[in-house]
């Protein structure tokens, strides 16, 4: 849509081929229904964001970067609002608003959509060229599912990443980047759930649990030697959610960034106080402990933790949970202690493309120009969003990428 906008914004004729039956089905249910439409962070710090490839996106970013997307929304009739994190959401936290001033400035410049039409292939003129392993290529237009092929000077592939396929990103641009003879990397879901081997996280289901810190570490095979001091692959502060099959939440997607495609043994520790250094835990524990000092011991957490956390912790404590508080030892105290700073998750695996917010790996950006999007070596075609090899981490970055290259897509396809 961005895409579209920028070209007929330049005086082309637009034509928006969607499979679906509405627009932005993926852009609708973004943010849980807000749509985290960018990030407010200096200009100058938005690479750092950039889990692949940041330096391809200078020239997309700095033409159409996080400032103009904003003047872009809130000049179009959609107010929006900085939140923690930097993160921007329209005023009103819906999406759909995003998704209406988007179509109503599609409406405005004249670009066609059409709905229900899915794109098999894009048609590609092959012709002799300066030598004989370098024939000339150039776009002619697209070859529609139901097979009328529509004519084109240029196209642009928006065709998303493989996640979240329901929403109709089925990764049909990797094909047609193939087709078009560039390569296109491995692909894994990122930003994505983790599986983790306790069972008790399933009686934790639904359980959120804010503010705390999570590392992720890699655990050395049986017999393999553990080096001195290694530095964990993520560490974070913030929200994370039991589920049936392990954990999910904002924290857990941006560590999961960090051991994409999966392929070694991991451990997740969870750090339950972290405002609270040990000696001061345990002072409050000792606190609690005193206060409730007839009752048992699975009776005297209340204050501390969840309901629904209590009985899963006392189990793991290895206290008798009938013991009077009273009784508790202080080597079981700083046991506790230890458990609840230190709680840990063996991680299993991650969750496939149906839960994974974004795809890593994509269309092989060697392949692209990245002052133009335009494939090397055919004229006419063009690349822009997910389906690229780009991500970032959560925090409205891989709506920017989407804006930006589908801008500089849109520019550079009008001016062939
Ligand atoms: C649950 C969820 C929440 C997210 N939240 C955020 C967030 O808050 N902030 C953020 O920055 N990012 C978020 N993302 C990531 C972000 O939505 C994507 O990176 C972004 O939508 C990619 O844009 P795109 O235009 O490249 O692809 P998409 O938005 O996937 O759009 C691709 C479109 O192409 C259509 N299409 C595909 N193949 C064909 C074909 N052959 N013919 C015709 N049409 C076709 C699809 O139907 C689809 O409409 C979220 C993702 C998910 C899944």
């Known amino acids: 849509m961005m895409a579209a906008i920028a070209a007929a914004g330049a005086g082309a004729a637009v034509t928006v081929y969607e499979r679906g039956d509405r627009p932005g089905r993926k852009l609708f249910i973004t943010g849980k229904g807000r749509c985290n439409v960018t990030t407010s962070v200096p200009a100058e710090d938005f690479f750092e964001h950039i889990s692949c490839n940041p330096r391809f996106l200078y020239s997309a970013f700095y033409g159409f970067d996080n400032q103009a997307v904003q003047a872009f929304f809130e000049s179009h009739g959609c107010p929006l609002k900085r939140e923690h994190g930097e993160r921007v959401f329209p005023v009103s936290d819906h999406s759909s608003d995003v998704i209406r001033t988007l179509t109503a400035e599609m409406e405005r410049l004249g670009v066609r959509v059409r709905f229900g039409s899915r794109v098999a292939g894009v048609f590609i003129e092959t012709s002799p060229g300066e030598t004989e392993d370098m024939p000339h290529r150039c776009v002619r237009g697209v070859r529609l599912a139901d097979g009328h092929v529509e004519a084109a000077d240029a196209v642009v592939v928006c065709t998303g990443g493989a996640s979240y396929p329901a929403t109709g990103s089925t990764g049909d641009g990797y094909r047609f980047a193939e087709e078009a003879g560039l390569s296109v990397t491995g692909r894994s879901p990122a930003l ?51 589920t049936h099959f392990g954990v999910s939440g904002p924290l857990v997607l941006s560590a999961s960034c960090a051991c994409t495609p999966f392929g070694q043994p991991l451990a997740l520790t969870l750090d339950l106080k972290p405002a609270l250094t040990p000696e001061q835990l345990d002072a409050r524990i000792l ?41 508790v030892t202080r080597e ?37 120009d ?15 969003g997910e389906v690229l090899d ?14 930006s290259t589908g801008h500089l897509a849109g520019i550079s396809a009008a001016g062939r």
């Open 287 to 327: 606190r609690d402990l005193e206060e409730r000092h007839n009752k048992n011991f699975k009776n005297t957490l209340d204050a501390l933790l969840p309901a629904k956390m209590i009985p899963v912790i006392v189990r793991l404590s290895g206290i008798d949970p009938q013991k009077r508080a009273a009784e």
């Open 192 to 242: 994505v759930p983790m599986e983790i081997a306790e069972d008790w996280c399933a009686e934790l289901q639904g359980l959120p649990l804010r503010n705390v810190t999570l590392r992720l570490d890699v655990v050395p095979e049986p017999g393999q030697k553990q080096r001195k001091k290694r530095r964990p692959l993520y560490e974070g502060f913030g929200e994370m959610l039991f």
């Open 332 to 368: 079981e105290r700083r046991a506790l202690v230890d458990l609840l700073k230190g709680l840990r998750l063996t991680v299993t695996g991650l969750r496939g493309f149906e839960e994974a917010i974004i795809t890593r790996g994509g269309v092989d950006v060697r392949g692209i």
């Open 390 to 403: 780009v991500d970032a981490v959560t925090g409205g970055f891989n709506l920017q990428i989407a804006w």
């Open 370 to 384: 990245p002052s133009t999007m335009q494939a090397k070596g055919t004229e006419g075609l063009f690349f822009a």
